[in-house]
């Protein structure tokens, strides 16, 4: 189905399905321990042999031996695989470094080999004995001190943007910001770590693996093994997280192939927590300069935003420019990304990559330009809303009510009892409260889908989306019911198999509107065969309530197909509507925090997010999802930080224990509210993304109430005690 003209009114529209609070479809299989996830597949393979990963000691230099011979001998030992004995192997698509590393080291933990034994214990002492000699190199660690050397980066989307004259609108504007913020390295920490069970039957390789994007996976892995993409099945029904850090397969999933391929059994294949942090990916550091100019009355004439980060050679910077260039009205803007050459562990997408450091940064900016101003924070944003896509005045926003998310949240949290830094005491308790928007690009993403309905009326979906963790199964299935008029206890949803229909994939917060999208597609299509299986019109036909009805006659939908199940296939394929009007969602995030005055420790106390993101498909997950990005987004404000050590190139904070994320007692309360909102430009759902709105502008947020509890500006994340302590008022 092609999607190249706006959605008119369509069965998604009734909302009896659609749209309604529904609990996940999934829930009992998960908080039962009957959900199989990757490493825990039983009924898939039996008689597994277990694979511990051996990670580089250096961040860069070369492996000059690897002695196996004391490993070999060990006890219930299979197999070791390393670079000289896995055969032919070919960097994916996706990866920037090696999964396997050897001779050259391009990052510490990289893979060097994987030690294959009856038990996991085994293969982790075994892993022990294995003796790996390197020559160390010269490596770079630091961003700071690469910002001179870096460059723009290439690749679409990393352009530097320019209109009007920025420099000559700066230097003459009334009012000006000019300030440098940077955000750390920060690790997805997800549950569940990277993980894979391998199997070989024959020349035919089926992976079931802890994997956000199947079909990509697909093709990764059949490109680094030099096999054809056919002889590959990656199967992932269920995914404990993934934010980013599973949108490509990692050394799980290749040295478990390998490992399996060696032993001739079925492998299994975990990272450490370690591993997990130094040997896949992470978001990468930013260093940023804003520049804000504006007139007396807070209106916008200079926009500079410049990034700095760092990846490996061959790496991608992080995007933290990303929403400057259409947040706010501006005749006179500029953008620039720079990217330096670092030997650390890959950068790569974490939740909102882009917009998540950027408005962290831009958001107290604007807070900042607003003291100046002596204007209401909130005053100042909507004085800059615009209707229209800066960069191109001509082309307008499909949806946009960022003006309205600010109005029913200052209302909603009590804005208008704010008041100057310093001022608000609740005993020993400096409090204050802090706003940011919310901004996150929509993104569509073609997706397929398959379609089943059997002569007893049950409707089988299969596609290869996933769920991880942010409930795929429910909307799918809401969908699928909606357009076929049935009950959703009559849907069954399959996922996450690459021998399904390929799917957007988990990701971007793509995933829910597009794949929905292609099961609509699918659907679409199935209704038109079912009603030409019962002699009526397909262009008139209603599906409700079990039934088919049009021209006056009302069948069973399961009548249809009682000569044999009825099986359709479709994708939506997106047009150039995205090119033709800005698709965006919008939202605000309001946080009170507290700063005990006696001993500087910072609290947040309640949290809110307005979002407006088109149709909501299911308002209880989708607000899991919000507050979900929200606690995040709160982690990276406050405590979030990967600490590099710059002599030896890797983080040393690389297990739960010393990376600190939020638990419940640092997120009290938390509230979501949607608009009402369709975008019949998006997609036949009128849908949108929302799963990375709740982290987007949340940081600054947080930042921006600390400072009006304190008085004290942080601009350098995560804002913890040491960086305010001494500035706090002295206590007699």
Not at 189 to 211: F, V, Y
Not at 512 to 535: D, H, I, P, W
């Amino acid at each position: 189905m092609k999607f190249d003209t706006p959605a008119g009114p369509n069965p998604i529209d009734r909302m009896t399905v659609v749209g309604k609070a529904t609990n996940r479809i999934d829930g009992p299989a998960k908080t039962t321990g009957t959900a199989p996830y990757a490493y825990e597949r039983h009924d898939a393979v039996t008689n597994p042999a277990y694979g511990h990963v051996i990670g580089a000691a250096i961040a860069k230099g070369r492996i000059t031996a690897i002695d196996t011979r004391a490993a070999e001998a060990a006890p219930g030992v299979l197999a070791i695989v390393t670079a000289e004995n896995a055969g032919k192997l070919t960097k994916g698509s996706f990866n920037t470094a090696k999964l396997l590393a050897g001779p050259d080291v391009e990052h510490y933990h990289q893979a060097v080999a994987v030690v294959v034994a009856e038990t996991f214990e085994q293969a982790r002492a075994a892993a022990g004995l294995v003796r790996v000699d390197y020559a160390r190199g010269q490596g770079r660690f630091d961003l700071a001190e690469a910002m001179d050397g870096a460059k723009m980066p290439s690749g679409d989307g990393n352009a530097d943007t320019r209109l009007g004259d920025f420099a000559a609108a700066f230097e003459r504007a009334p009012v000006k910001l000019d300030q440098r913020y940077s955000t750390p390295d920060q690790a997805h920490a997800m549950m569940e770590p990277h993980a894979s069970t391998a199997a070989w039957n024959g020349d035919e390789l089926t992976l079931w693996t802890a994997n956000q994007m199947i079909d990509w996976g697909k093709g990764d892995v059949a490109k680094t093994l030099g096999i054809p993409k056919d002889k590959v099945r990656l199967i992932a029904p269920y995914v404990g997280g993934g934010f980013g850090g599973k949108l490509f397969v990692r050394a799980d999933a290749l040295l478990a192939a390998l490992g399996a391929r060696a032993a001739k059994r079925p492998v299994k294949v975990a990272l450490t927590r370690p591993m997990s942090i130094n040997n896949t990916t992470h978001r990468p550091a930013t260093i940023q300069r804003i520049r804000l100019g504006a007139d007396r009355d807070g209106t916008l004439t200079a926009i500079g935003h410049e990034s700095w980060s760092g990846d490996l050679p061959g790496g991608g910077p992080e995007v933290a420019t990303a929403q400057t260039p259409l947040l706010y009205a501006g005749a006179n803007r500029m953008t620039a990304l720079r990217l330096a050459v670092l030997d650390l562990p890959e950068g790569n997408a974490m939740r909102a990559p882009g917009e998540a450091p950027g408005l962290m940064a831009l958001e107290i900016a604007m807070d900042e330009l607003a003291e100046q101003l002596e204007m209401d924070p909130i005053e100042l944003r909507i004085r800059n809303d615009t209707q229209v896509d800066p960069m191109k005045p001509e082309r307008p926003f499909s949806q946009r009510q960022l003006v309205e998310c600010l109005r029913v949240g200052a209302d909603r949290f009590g804005w208008s009892k704010r008041q100057a830094p310093r001022a608000t005491r609740d005993g020993d308790w400096y409090v204050g409260m802090g706003v940011a928007s919310a901004f996150r690009n929509n993104i569509v993403m073609d997706s397929g889908a398959r379609v089943r309905l059997s002569p007893q009326g049950v409707v089988t979906v299969e596609t290869d989306m996933t769920d991880i963790g942010t409930g795929t199964y429910t909307i799918v299935a809401q969908t699928a019911a909606e357009m076929l008029g049935v009950p959703l206890e009559q849907v069954v949803v399959r996922l996450g198999d690459s021998s399904f229909p390929a799917s957007a994939g988990s990701g971007g917060q793509w995933g829910a509107n597009s794949s929905t999208a292609g099961v609509y597609a699918a659907c679409v299509k199935l209704r038109e065969t079912v009603a030409q299986r019962l002699g009526l019109d397909p262009a008139t036909a209603d599906f409700v309530g079990g039934n088919v009805v049009a021209g006056g006659r009302s069948v069973p939908l399961a009548q249809a197909a009682q000569g044999g199940e009825i099986a359709v296939e479709d994708k939506i394929e997106f047009g150039d509507l995205a090119q033709k009007a800005q698709q965006s969602t919008f939202g605000a995030h309001f946080v009170e925090a507290a700063v005990n005055r006696f001993t500087g420790e910072a609290r947040i106390r309640r949290m809110l997010a307005v979002c407006a993101a088109g149709r909501i498909l299911n308002p209880k997950s989708a607000r899991s999802q919000v507050i979900g990005g929200m606690v995040m987004g709160a982690g990276a404000a406050m405590m979030e930080h990967l600490v590099v050590d710059k002599r030896f190139g890797f983080f040393v904070n690389h297990d739960l224990a010393g990376y600190e994320v939020p638990v419940h007692a640092d997120i009290p309360h938390q509230e979501v509210i949607f608009l009402p909102e369709t975008d019949p430009m998006s997609s036949p759902m009128k849908a949108k993304g929302v799963g990375e709105l709740g982290i987007c502008g949340i940081g600054a947020a947080v930042a921006n109430a600390i400072y009006n509890a304190t008085g004290v500006r942080v601009r350098d994340y995560p804002i913890t005690l040491d960086t305010y302590l001494d500035q706090l008022p002295a206590i007699a």
